[in-house]
């Protein structure tokens, strides 16, 4: 199953991140900036065999998609159509840290990873984060970001290696220091796409944007007095019972550039007065009861598009490079452990 399932996701990237990318993945005598930003991640939270790199503990669940009537305006994608019957999704949320045991009540921001699975069976991804703003502009720099933290121990010398870089990059200061407030659930949260995309329609008119994803239920968090006593595992308890009772939902919207906007540099955040579209809703239904058996079966990656919509921030083809490749290393792991 891992070697059929990281064949798959090798022919993803191959469809649709560029060829100078693909190749990143061939043997050679220097590290590529995918292994970099890989070995880079496990610098700072250490090897788990088997398990992703960043994002390691999370839940997944299933649910529909409904496009919205105004989806087709922006983009001939095959999800953003109107359909009878709604799109399936997995849809998996997860901590953000490369610990696997990470706490839920840890200050750090939030993944949600949904998977569009299409009626001619190909499949296209959405990875975003419950916060607006990236910390570098570049998959380079978020290289030298992580080898900082990573060096940045309690016994380095001052200044510290990420106290440097946070003195020279203001976008990535504003994104450790901000205060980032524990949800009541997975399903109270925003969350955002960290890169742009070109989006094109029937007609062949085009829009670059960014996703965001609004919590039908609101945005609610909890006060001090009710984190100190959250559980570790809280969240995830939490949308397994919340989606029990009644499903979850949120509305994905397209944020629009205008035209001097930057959509190669996810530091800077557009601002709310920009034009936003309605392109469906996510209605989340049930838990998956296996998780941890879903979640090794999964692979989400932002590249993983389909034709209306592609890359417009180089970011993207750098991330989506180095997820196929902390799954080739998963996939390792898991067989040596098989065997």
């Known amino acids: 199953m891992w070697r059929s399932l990281a064949a798959t996701a090798a022919l993803t990237v191959t469809l649709t991140l560029p060829a100078s990318v693909v190749a990143q993945e061939a043997p050679a005598t220097q590290k590529s900036l995918p292994e970099q930003l890989v070995d880079a991640f496990n610098g700072v939270f250490g090897v788990h065999p088997g398990m992703r790199a960043n994002h390691p503990k999370g839940v997944v669940l299933e649910g529909t998609f409904t496009p919205a009537a105004s989806a087709a305006s922006v983009s001939k994608a095959a999800h953003l159509q109107k359909k009878k019957t709604p799109v399936p999704v997995t849809v998996r949320f997860s901590a953000g840290s490369g610990q696997p045991n990470v706490p839920d009540t840890s200050q750090m921001p939030r993944g949600m990873a949904v998977k569009f699975s299409l009626p001619d069976g190909s499949k296209t991804d959405l990875v975003v984060l419950s916060f607006n703003g990236f910390p570098v502009a570049t998959a380079e720099e978020f290289k030298d970001f992580l080898l900082a933290v990573g060096a940045s121990g309690p016994d380095a010398p001052k200044p510290t290696a990420i106290e440097t870089f946070l003195g020279a990059h203001p976008a990535a200061k ?14 109270t949260l925003p969350y955002f796409g960290i890169n742009s995309f070109k989006f094109t ?3 062949g008119a085009v829009t670059f944007g960014r996703y965001q994803l609004r919590p ?29 009772r009644s499903p979850a939902k949120f509305k994905l919207m397209l944020q629009v550039a205008e035209k001097d906007d930057q959509i190669d540099d996810p530091t800077i955040v557009w601002p709310d007065t920009r034009k936003q579209i309605e392109l469906g809703t996510i209605t989340i239904t049930k838990a998956v009861a296996d998780s941890q058996a879903a979640e090794k079966k999964l692979f989400f990656m932002p590249g993983a598009l389909v034709p209306g919509i592609e890359a417009a921030d180089p970011m993207i083809a750098a991330r989506s490079a180095s997820y196929i490749l902390s799954l080739s290393r998963r996939a390792q792991a898991q067989r040596r452990q098989n065997n």
């Open 174 to 187: 504003h994104f450790v220091e901000s205060p980032k407030p524990q949800p009541v659930s997975y399903a």
């Open 216 to 244: 039908v239920a609101g945005e609610h968090f909890l006060t001090q007095e009710q984190l100190a006593t959250a559980e570790p595992d809280y969240l995830t308890t939490e949308i397994r019972e919340r989606v029990r």
């Open 201 to 203: 329609n029937a007609k």
